[in-house]
C-alpha cells in the first residue's frame, strides 16, 4: 500500500530538548514536503525536498532542521523546542513536486506538545 | 504572492441536503491546480478533488464536485446529499508552477452534519 509514515504519533517534550520526527515513504517519490497545522492558520510549509540531498526553506523554517540522505526518509529534527512549535505536523510526498496537478500524499500527523 | 482564502470558519448541514464550501484565490500563474482536502476529527488529511486551470469542465468525484469560475477566481466544494461522515474540517489548497513547489492552504471551513 502506498503510504507516508510519520512517527510517533503523538509527542510531548520540554523546552529545549531535541527531538527528531521521522517521516518514511514508499513511493519513491523525489519530493517530500513537512508543514504544521495552527488553528486559524491553515497547513503551512516547514521545509520541502526535490530529492536527495536538496532541501529549501518553506514559509516558517525557524527553529527546524532537515536532511534528505536517502529518497525514502525526510526527518524533520528540532534541535531545540520552544513552546510556540506546539503543533500538529504533517509530512507529505508527491511524485517530483514540479507539476501542477501533483496532489500531495500526506501522512498520519503527529501532534507535537512542547512545555 | 499567492493566496487562499477560505470565509466560513464553520457550517452547519443536514444531513442528505447538499452543501457549498467557500474558496477563493489569487495568483498571478497562468497555470495552476486547485485541490480540496477532508480533516476528519483523527486528523489525516484526505484528498478529494482537483481541478486544473485550463480544465474546461468542473471536476466530479462521487459526491463531490468543483464549482470552478476562474474569472471570480473561485473553486467551490459541493458535497451533495451529506451524510453523518462527512463531518470534518475542509482545506482548500493549490498548486502554482516553477519556483512555488509546494501546495498552499487556506484556513480550512468546519462542517457539521446534523442528522
Known amino acids: 500500500e502506498a503510504q507516508v509514515t510519520q512517527n510517533p504519533r503523538y509527542l510531548i517534550t520540554v523546552t529545549g530538548k531535541k527531538l527528531t520526527v521521522t517521516c518514511s515513504q514508499n513511493?519513491?517519490?523525489?519530493?517530500m514536503s513537512w508543514y504544521r497545522q495552527d488553528p486559524g492558520l491553515g497547513l503551512r510549509q516547514i521545509y520541502y525536498?526535490?530529492?536527495?540531498?536538496?532541501?529549501d526553506k518553506g514559509d516558517v523554517p525557524e527553529g527546524y532542521k532537515v536532511s534528505r540522505k536517502e529518497k525514502r526518509n525526510f526527518p524533520l529534527i528540532l534541535e531545540s523546542p520552544s513552546p510556540n512549535q506546539t503543533s500538529l505536523y504533517f509530512c507529505?510526498?508527491?511524485?517530483?513536486?514540479?507539476?501542477?496537478?501533483?496532489?500531495?500524499?500526506f501522512g498520519s500527523g503527529t501532534q507535537l506538545s512542547v512545555l | 504572492a499567492q493566496k487562499i482564502t477560505q470565509t466560513q470558519p464553520g457550517m452547519f448541514v443536514q444531513e442528505k441536503e447538499a452543501v457549498t464550501l467557500d474558496c477563493t484565490y489569487d495568483?498571478?500563474?497562468?497555470?495552476?491546480?486547485l485541490f480540496w482536502y477532508k480533516q476528519p476529527s483523527s486528523g489525516e488529511m484526505i484528498f478529494l478533488i482537483y481541478?486544473?486551470?485550463?480544465?474546461?469542465q468542473n471536476a466530479t468525484e462521487g459526491r463531490y464536485s468543483l464549482n470552478f469560475q476562474k474569472a471570480r477566481k473561485s473553486a467551490n466544494l459541493v458535497i451533495s446529499a451529506s451524510q453523518l461522515g462527512d463531518s470534518a474540517m475542509y482545506f482548500c489548497?493549490?498548486?502554482?508552477?516553477?519556483?512555488?513547489?509546494?501546495?498552499?492552504f487556506g484556513t480550512g471551513t468546519l462542517l457539521a452534519v446534523q442528522p
Open positions: 525536498s526535490m530529492n536527495v540531498e536538496v532541501t
Open positions: 481541478q486544473g486551470s485550463y480544465d474546461e
Open positions: 489548497a493549490m498548486r502554482g508552477r516553477g519556483a512555488t513547489n509546494k501546495l498552499i
Open positions: 495568483t498571478s500563474d497562468q497555470s495552476y491546480g
Open positions: 507529505a510526498s508527491s511524485t517530483h513536486g514540479q507539476a501542477t496537478n501533483e496532489k500531495l500524499l
Open positions: 513511493m519513491n517519490h523525489e519530493y
